[in-house]
């Protein structure tokens, strides 16, 4: 594919010609780094993965194998293992899990990039800001799926709040948030800039939790047990229940999509979780090899995310 030579920047309504192209860096392969560094990378954008161990080893020797409907493919993309104080990118984007994301950022403190985008879960920005400062750039990934076998199934949200969801903590348009944004139109992902990132954060985190129920001491639920009435009972009533703490906390719900469902019936939330763990897609997400890793990030969020919220009432 080639190299987009201009994008549109609908907040001016005029097309601003790329002169420099931006040099991007995944800090992590996983998933969503993974899911990431293909889309901006068949964009032709100057891309960087940083991986180690295996993953590291695979991407070198095979370049990055996904799944394109079907069929294997493959694409090389530039990686490193370290990185190096005074290797510069425009934007690094730290995808990791919440309980790694303090490890990742005390990883790069010392480089001295302007930008760090992270993609997670989380509650606040408080132990991240002491780590990178300002440069720290809040947001949420719109993607998801799985790897298996070193070959990437994952796919973009097609709706604007599926895309992928960045803004400053202040609320402020800075001209970085452009920037950003221009990356993601030239690679045609849908994104939003979010006026409220943390209240959104907050939102997202009453939704995640209650994956908890999906697993067990050692592993996950079945797909007959994560569809049964029993676990979907305790899911929507969760849901419901963290929704209000939120609302209660004085803390905005949003987006609207998610506020809604603390009006709905229980039953009109077991009915749609039940129709999501009909869809291919969504079990490999929710019970899948990368849901096994979320253990621990699922099982923290829940935990700050009820002592945070019973502190605020």
Same mark, same amino acid.
């Given at each position: 594919?080639?190299?987009?030579?201009?994008?549109?920047?609908?907040?001016?309504?005029?097309?601003?010609?790329?002169?420099?192209?931006?040099?991007?860096?995944?800090?992590?392969?996983?998933?969503?780094?993974?899911?990431?560094?293909?889309?901006?990378?068949?964009?032709?954008?100057?891309?960087?993965?940083?991986?180690?161990?295996?993953?590291?080893?695979?991407?070198?020797?095979?370049?990055?194998?996904?799944?394109?409907?079907?069929?294997?493919?493959?694409?090389?993309?530039?990686?490193?293992?370290?990185?190096?104080?005074?290797?510069?990118?425009?934007?690094?984007?730290?995808?990791?899990?919440?309980?790694?994301?303090?490890?990742?950022?005390?990883?790069?403190?010392?480089?001295?990039?302007?930008?760090?985008?992270?993609?997670?879960?989380?509650?606040?920005?408080?132990?991240?800001?002491?780590?990178?400062?300002?440069?720290?750039?809040?947001?949420?990934?719109?993607?998801?799926?799985?790897?298996?076998?070193?070959?990437?199934?994952?796919?973009?949200?097609?709706? &604007? /709040?599926?895309? %992928?969801?960045? #803004?400053?903590?202040?609320?402020? *348009?800075?001209?970085?948030?452009?920037? !950003?944004? =221009? $990356?993601?139109?030239?690679?045609?992902?849908?994104?939003?800039?979010?006026?409220?990132?943390?209240?959104?954060?907050?939102?997202?985190?009453?939704?995640?939790?209650?994956? &908890? /129920?999906?697993? %067990?001491?050692? #592993?996950?639920?079945?797909?007959? *047990?994560?569809?049964?009435?029993?676990? !979907?009972? =305790? $899911?929507?009533?969760?849901?419901?229940?963290?929704?209000?703490?939120?609302?209660?906390?004085?803390?905005?719900?949003?987006?609207?999509?998610?506020?809604?469902?603390?009006?709905?019936?229980?039953?009109?939330?077991?009915?749609?979780?039940?129709?999501?763990?009909?869809?291919?897609?969504?079990?490999?997400? =929710?019970?899948?090899?990368?849901?096994?890793?979320?253990?621990?990030?699922?099982?923290?969020?829940?935990?700050?995310?009820?002592?945070?919220?019973?502190?605020?009432?």
């Amino acid at each position: 594919m080639l190299l987009k030579q201009s994008v549109t920047n609908s907040m001016e309504g005029r097309i601003i010609l790329n002169t420099k192209p931006h040099k991007l860096l995944i800090f992590g392969a996983g998933v969503i780094g993974s899911v990431y560094a293909l889309r901006l990378a068949q964009s032709g954008l100057d891309v960087t993965i940083l991986a180690r161990g295996k993953r590291l080893e695979a991407l070198k020797r095979d370049g990055l194998k996904y799944n394109d409907n079907g069929t294997i493919k493959q694409i090389s993309i530039k990686t490193i293992e370290k990185l190096d104080n005074d290797d510069i990118y425009d934007f690094i984007f730290v995808p990791v899990r919440y309980d790694q994301v303090e490890s990742a950022l005390s990883a790069i403190k010392h480089n001295r990039s302007k930008t760090i985008v992270t993609f997670t879960n989380t509650i606040g920005y408080d132990s991240w800001l002491e780590i990178v400062g300002d440069r720290l750039l809040p947001g949420f990934p719109g993607a998801g799926g799985d790897i298996k076998e070193d070959v990437l199934y994952a796919q973009f949200g097609s709706e &604007k /709040h599926q895309g %992928t969801i960045f #803004g400053e903590i202040n609320g402020q *348009t800075t001209e970085r948030v452009k920037e !950003l944004a =221009k $990356i993601f139109e030239s690679a045609d992902l849908h994104y939003e800039i979010q006026k409220n990132i943390q209240a959104f954060h907050v939102s997202h985190a009453a939704l995640a939790i209650v994956n &908890k /129920h999906f697993y %067990t001491y050692d #592993g996950l639920v079945d797909i007959e *047990t994560a569809r049964s009435e029993s676990t !979907l009972s =305790k $899911i929507a009533a969760d849901i419901k229940q963290n929704i209000r703490l939120v609302e209660q906390a004085g803390i905005p719900v949003i987006p609207p999509e998610t506020k809604s469902m603390s009006e709905f019936p229980e039953k009109d939330i077991i009915s749609i979780y039940r129709q999501m763990l009909s869809n291919d897609f969504i079990i490999d997400v =929710k019970l899948g090899n990368h849901a096994v890793s979320q253990k621990a990030e699922i099982m923290l969020l829940h935990e700050v995310f009820h002592k945070k919220l019973s502190v605020r009432r």
